[in-house]
């Protein structure tokens, strides 16, 4: 402990991520483009930045939590970005979910500048930010992956080494594609099931004892009322959002086009989760493909 971080993006995940650092004993120097944000972690002893490179300069390490690529370009690459200021040596753990064509472009711009840029996205969502408990998928050059782990420890109990830049980012993509195929086929298996007539807690404890099982409709069950501290049961208020899915989702299909493999499940969820955005479904926690899926009043 005792190092000089750099935190940007102090989001429902970047938030609870920079005040475990001020916790674990480092300096920590924070800049989000909500002030609000920052006055919570001025309050716990961070300091504050006015612009990336305002916190570049007064760190060693940096790390990214933003919503998407452009977020990330404009952070590291932009106007008073990190590339400004921070020192040779620096290392930039971007932890945001983005493209990982974008990962390496960064990667190479910090090289020329005699900094280490890595990709480091995380599974866990909004408790397990709080919690400490993130797993972190990590992509960069293997020396590197030792002082990365270092500093991830103070936020995430598993550190995963992927391999080279933008592999932590292809783990990512891969695991949410599969989470939303998942989330889909379970909100359709139990909408049927209601609609045959099934008790849904009946009908989830057979399929999670059965074949059908997975974290879905296990552990995030998307029928209001099957589990008590869900989404599902809150109105779908919290979690994790149907736009960043959608975000997410568009990474797989770039992913798969640039790389001529086969998605047919992974394209039907995008698209399914695009009309669920464009229809008001944006805010809602990505489990709400349920209530899409349900029988309208009048239909
Ligand atoms: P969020 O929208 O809650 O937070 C993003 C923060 O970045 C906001 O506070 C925003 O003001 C700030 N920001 C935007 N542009 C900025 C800029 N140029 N400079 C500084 N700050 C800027 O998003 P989140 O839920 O914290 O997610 C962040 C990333 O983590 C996303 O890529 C998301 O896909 C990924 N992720 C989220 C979850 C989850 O459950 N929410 C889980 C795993 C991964």
Not at 94 to 111: H, Q
Request: aromatic share 6%; net charge neutral; glycine share 12%.
């Amino acid at each position: 402990s005792g190092k000089r971080v750099g935190f940007i993006g102090l989001g429902n995940m970047g938030g609870p991520m920079a005040l475990n650092l001020l916790n674990k004993g480092n300096s920590v120097t924070v800049f989000d483009v909500y002030p609000e944000a920052m006055s919570k972690l001025q309050d716990a002893g961070a300091s504050v930045g006015h612009n990336p490179a305002e916190v570049a300069e007064k760190s060693d390490t940096i790390i990214t939590m933003l919503p998407n690529s452009g977020h990330v370009q404009e952070a590291y690459a932009g106007e008073n970005g990190v590339f400004q200021t921070a020192k040779p040596g620096s290392l930039l753990i971007d932890s945001s979910t983005i493209d990982p064509s974008v990962s390496k472009e960064m990667a190479a711009l910090a090289e020329k500048k005699g900094m280490i840029f890595i990709d480091a996205p995380v599974s866990g969502g909004v408790m397990a930010a709080k919690a400490g408990t993130l797993t972190f998928m990590v992509g960069g050059p293997e020396e590197q992956f030792p002082n990365a782990r270092a500093i991830l420890e103070h936020v995430g109990k598993n550190i995963v080494y992927c391999g080279p830049v933008g592999s932590g980012q292809a783990a990512k993509i891969c695991n949410n594609m599969l989470l939303a195929i998942n989330m889909v086929g379970t909100a359709e298996a139990m909408n049927l099931g209601v609609r045959l007539g099934l008790d849904p807690k009946l009908l989830s404890s057979i399929i999670n004892t059965s074949s059908g099982r997975s974290w879905s409709s296990e552990i995030y069950n998307p029928v209001p009322g099957v589990l008590p501290n869900v989404p599902a049961s809150n109105n779908y208020e919290g979690g994790f959002g149907t736009a960043l899915m959608t975000k997410d989702l568009g990474l797989a299909q770039n992913s798969a086009t640039r790389s001529n493999s086969a998605i047919p499940l992974g394209s039907l969820a995008h698209q399914l989760y695009r009309l669920m955005t464009v229809r008001g479904y944006a805010k809602k926690d990505f489990s709400s493909v349920y209530q899409f899926l349900q029988k309208s009043e009048n239909s």
